[in-house]
C-alpha cells in the first residue's frame, strides 16, 4: 500500500485550523486516506478526513505521521496531502 | 398591545424586533429503539442527510462572521458531519439504537475522549455537543439551538440564558435581553450586567412575543412594551444619544465633599486588579469561596496565602475586607455542606459550618493573618451568616487568636439587622449583604424567578433594617462603628444615594458600576440623599420607592443609567 511520512508544520500542531484544512483536503481526494503516529501499529490508523478524530490523534508541531491510500490516484493524493501538512498554516 | 413588566436587572432603552431562543434540545429517552417500519439502512440515510443540512447551515454562518468566528465556525461544520462520529452513530442505529439517540451518545463518547485529553481539546467537547443538539433538532425539525442567526440588530427573548450562551453572543447584534424566567442573580443578568446590555428578566410573557415584533425595551424600570408609540422612540433615541460616563477617578463622594469611599467586590486575584484600574478604593467583600470551590478536600494553608495575598496585593495601602468562606445553598462544597439539607438556605451554611466542622475557619483565618502580614493591604475579616450577638463575639475571638485586629460581621439575616446595637459590640464593623439581606427579609429564594419581584432591595422592608442596621452601630457609647453595604443593592447608583442617606459609610460592587455610582453620588449633597432616603423609606411598595427616588434624580436619565 502506497505510503508517505510527512511532519507536522503548523505551530499549534495538528489541531484548530489547521486540522480543519487537512480534514478538508483529505476529504476532497478520491481515495480514503488513513493517517497514525509514525511507530503506532497500521489498523489504529484513523479516518484523515475526519477532524475528530485528526484532534484526537495529538500530532504536535514536528510529529511525524503516516498517510495510507489504495486504489487509483492515491500516489497523487498522498502527495498532495502531504504538501498540506508540511505548510505552516498559522503563518500565512 | 400592553407592556410586559419584569424586573429590571440592567439599565438602557432600546427598540428593536424580538428574536425568541429556541429551547434547549431535550435528550432523546435513552430506551428509545428504531420506529416501527424503519430500517437501520433508511435511517443512516436520514442521519447523513441531516448531518449535511446542518453542516451546509454552518458553512453558511461561516461565511458570514468575523475571522475568527468564522474559524471556529468552519471547524464545528466540519465536525457536523465527521466520517468517524457518523460511522459510530450507524454502527449504534444497525445495533437497534433509534437514530436521535445513536447520534447522541456517539456524540457523547467523542466528547469524552476529547474531555480526557485535556485543554484545547477538552474546550471542542462543548462544539461536539453543540452540533450534536443541531443534528437532532434537524431530525426532528425544530429551530436549531443557540443564539438565532440575524442580519440585523435584535432584541432576544429567552426563558433564561445558560452561561455558554454567552460564548455565541455577539453584543454587536443583541440590543437588549428579556426573559421570562431568572431573577435579579441569574445567569442572563449577570451576563447583560458583564456586556452593559440592557435587560428585563421575570417578564412573564416574554417568550410569547411573537418573532420579528418591534418592542421598547425599558432595563431600569423593567417594562417591555409591544409596537412602541412615539414616546417610547424619544427614549430610546435619548438613551442613544446619552453622554458618556467618565470614568470613576478614585474617590467616592457627595455633591458637598462627604467621603463615601467606592469600593469592590472581587473573587481572586485577577478581579482584584482589574477592579484596581477601574478607580476601586478598596475591596469591600473578597469572596474566598473561589480558592475552595470545584475541590473534594480544603485547600492547604498555604495555597490560601497565595491566593489571598494575589488580591491583597493588588490594593497596597487600601482597605481589604476579606469575607470568611460562606459554603452551603447555592455554593455546596463537598466537604464541608450537606447537600441533602431539605432546605440549605436556612441550614448550615456561611459561619455555621463552623458548628458542623470545626477547624475550617480557624486555618482559614491563619492563611489570611499570613497573607496581611506579607503585604501592605489594611486587612478587615468579616464572617457571613452571622444571626447573633454570640455568634460575632464568638468570631471576634477566633480573629484575635489569629492575630487579625479588624473583625466585622456581614448583615444577611434579619436578626443581625435588628440587634445590630449588640452584635457590633463584639465587633468593629459591619458589611450588609442586601441580596441575602433582602432574600431573608422578604423570605423568598432568590434563584426563584417568580419571586423575583419580591426580591428586590428597594422593598421598603429591607430598607428599613438597613436603617435599624445603621441605627444600632451608632447607638454604641463608644465611637460608632463603620456599616457598609456589598451586594447588588449598592450597584445601583439610584438606590446607592439612599443607602448614603440612611447612614452607610462605605459602598462595595462589582467594579463595573463604580463610575455611574460615583458620578450620581457626586451630583447630591449628603442633606439631600438624606430626604430622598425619607422618601423611598416612606414608600409603601417597591416599585413606589424606585420611582419616587428616580424622578429625583435627573442625571439618571442624561446617563442612561
Same mark, same amino acid.
Given at each position: 500500500m502506497p505510503e508517505r511520512i510527512a511532519t507536522v508544520a503548523s505551530r499549534v500542531g495538528l489541531h484548530a485550523r489547521p486540522a480543519a484544512i487537512f480534514a478538508e483536503a483529505a476529504g476532497d481526494q478520491p481515495v480514503e486516506v488513513t493517517i497514525a503516529l509514525e511507530g503506532a501499529p497500521a489498523d489504529e490508523a484513523m479516518d484523515a478526513s475526519s477532524i475528530l478524530s485528526l484532534m484526537s490523534l495529538g500530532a504536535e508541531h514536528g510529529s511525524k505521521v503516516v498517510l495510507r491510500a489504495e486504489g487509483d490516484g492515491a500516489d497523487a493524493a498522498l502527495d498532495a496531502l502531504v504538501q498540506v501538512l508540511e505548510t505552516d498554516h498559522d503563518a500565512e | 398591545m400592553t407592556s410586559i413588566t419584569g424586573v429590571g436587572v440592567s439599565p438602557g432603552r432600546v427598540i428593536g424586533p424580538v428574536l425568541q431562543m429556541p429551547?434547549?434540545?431535550?435528550e432523546p429517552a435513552p430506551g428509545a429503539g428504531l420506529p416501527a417500519g424503519a430500517t437501520?439502512?433508511?435511517e443512516a440515510n436520514r442521519l447523513r442527510a441531516a448531518a449535511k443540512t446542518v453542516q451546509a447551515a454552518l458553512k453558511d454562518r461561516a461565511a458570514g462572521a468575523r475571522k475568527e468566528a468564522a474559524e471556529v465556525l468552519q471547524a464545528t461544520a466540519l465536525m457536523a458531519a465527521d466520517p468517524m462520529l457518523l460511522k459510530s452513530a450507524v454502527k449504534l442505529l444497525?445495533?437497534?439504537?433509534?437514530?436521535?439517540?445513536?447520534?447522541?451518545?456517539?456524540?457523547?463518547?467523542?466528547?469524552?475522549?476529547?474531555?480526557?485529553?485535556?485543554?484545547?481539546?477538552?474546550?471542542?467537547?462543548?462544539? #461536539?455537543?453543540d452540533v450534536r443538539a443541531r443534528i437532532v433538532a434537524e431530525l426532528r425539525g425544530v429551530p436549531a439551538p443557540g443564539i438565532p442567526a440575524?442580519? #440585523?440588530p435584535f432584541v432576544l427573548a429567552a426563558e433564561d440564558l445558560a452561561p455558554a450562551d454567552t460564548a455565541t453572543l455577539d453584543p454587536a447584534m443583541v440590543l437588549a435581553l428579556v426573559t421570562s424566567g431568572g431573577g435579579p442573580q441569574s445567569h442572563?443578568?449577570?451576563?447583560?450586567?458583564?456586556?452593559?446590555l440592557p435587560a428585563?428578566?421575570?417578564?412573564?410573557?416574554?417568550?410569547?412575543?411573537?418573532?420579528?415584533?418591534?418592542?421598547?425595551?425599558?432595563g431600569a424600570m423593567g417594562i417591555v412594551t409591544p409596537s412602541p408609540g412615539e414616546a417610547e422612540r424619544d427614549l430610546a433615541a435619548a438613551y442613544a444619544s446619552r453622554e458618556p460616563l467618565q470614568p470613576f477617578d478614585g474617590?467616592?463622594?457627595?455633591?458637598?465633599?462627604? +467621603?463615601?469611599?467606592? +469600593?469592590?467586590?472581587?473573587?481572586?486575584?485577577?478581579?482584584?486588579?482589574?477592579?484596581?484600574?477601574?478607580?476601586?478604593?478598596? #475591596?469591600?467583600?473578597?469572596?474566598?469561596?473561589f480558592c475552595f470551590l470545584n475541590r473534594d478536600a480544603e485547600p492547604t494553608i498555604d495555597e490560601q496565602v497565595a491566593a489571598y495575598k494575589a488580591v491583597l496585593d493588588a490594593f497596597p495601602a487600601k482597605k481589604v475586607v476579606v469575607r470568611t468562606l460562606d459554603a452551603g445553598a447555592d455554593k455546596p462544597l463537598p466537604f464541608l455542606t450537606d447537600s441533602t439539607e431539605p432546605n440549605p438556605a436556612l441550614g448550615v451554611r456561611g459561619y455555621r459550618t463552623d458548628l458542623a466542622n470545626p477547624g475550617v475557619l480557624e486555618r482559614q483565618l491563619q492563611a489570611i493573618a499570613t497573607a496581611a502580614g506579607q503585604s501592605q493591604a489594611e486587612v478587615w475579616v468579616m464572617a457571613p451568616m452571622i444571626a447573633t450577638a454570640e455568634e460575632a463575639g464568638r468570631f471576634a475571638g477566633f480573629c484575635q487568636a489569629a492575630g487579625l485586629e479588624t473583625p466585622g460581621v456581614m448583615v444577611e439575616v434579619p436578626s443581625a439587622a435588628v440587634t445590630a446595637g449588640? #452584635?457590633?459590640?463584639?465587633?468593629?464593623?459591619?458589611?450588609?449583604?442586601?441580596?441575602?439581606?433582602?432574600?431573608?427579609?422578604?423570605?423568598?429564594?432568590?434563584?426563584?424567578?417568580p419571586l423575583a419581584a419580591l426580591n428586590d432591595p428597594w422593598q421598603p422592608a429591607v430598607l428599613h433594617l438597613v436603617k435599624a442596621t445603621v441605627d444600632g452601630a451608632a447607638s454604641l457609647q463608644e465611637a460608632p462603628k463603620p456599616v457598609g453595604v456589598c451586594g447588588e443593592a449598592a450597584a445601583d447608583p439610584a438606590l446607592a444615594v439612599v443607602l448614603v442617606g440612611l447612614g452607610i459609610n462605605s459602598l462595595s460592587m462589582s467594579a463595573r458600576s463604580l463610575a455611574g455610582v460615583a458620578a450620581v453620588l457626586r451630583s447630591v449633597p449628603l442633606e439631600r440623599a438624606q430626604q430622598l432616603a425619607a422618601l423611598a423609606l416612606g414608600a409603601d411598595t417597591a416599585a413606589e420607592a424606585r420611582a419616587a427616588v428616580r424622578a429625583e434624580l435627573p442625571l439618571l436619565e442624561t446617563l442612561g443609567l
Open positions: - | 429551547p434547549a434540545v431535550a437501520a439502512e433508511g444497525e445495533a437497534g439504537r433509534g437514530t436521535e439517540r445513536a447520534i447522541w451518545e456517539a456524540a457523547e463518547q467523542v466528547a469524552e475522549q476529547l474531555k480526557s485529553l485535556g485543554g484545547y481539546m477538552a474546550e471542542r467537547a462543548t462544539d #461536539v455537543l440575524s442580519d #440585523v442572563t443578568a449577570i451576563i447583560a450586567r458583564s456586556l452593559g428585563v428578566v421575570a417578564a412573564t410573557g416574554a417568550t410569547g412575543l411573537a418573532p420579528g415584533t418591534e418592542v421598547f425595551v425599558d474617590t467616592g463622594m457627595t455633591a458637598d465633599g462627604h +467621603l463615601v469611599p467606592l +469600593l469592590s467586590n472581587v473573587g481572586g486575584g485577577a478581579d482584584a486588579l482589574a477592579a484596581a484600574a477601574l478607580g476601586a478604593e478598596g #475591596v469591600g467583600l473578597l469572596r474566598t469561596e449588640s #452584635v457590633l459590640k463584639r465587633v468593629d464593623f459591619a458589611s450588609i449583604g442586601t441580596n441575602d439581606l433582602t432574600q431573608y427579609t422578604m423570605a423568598a429564594d432568590r434563584q426563584l424567578g
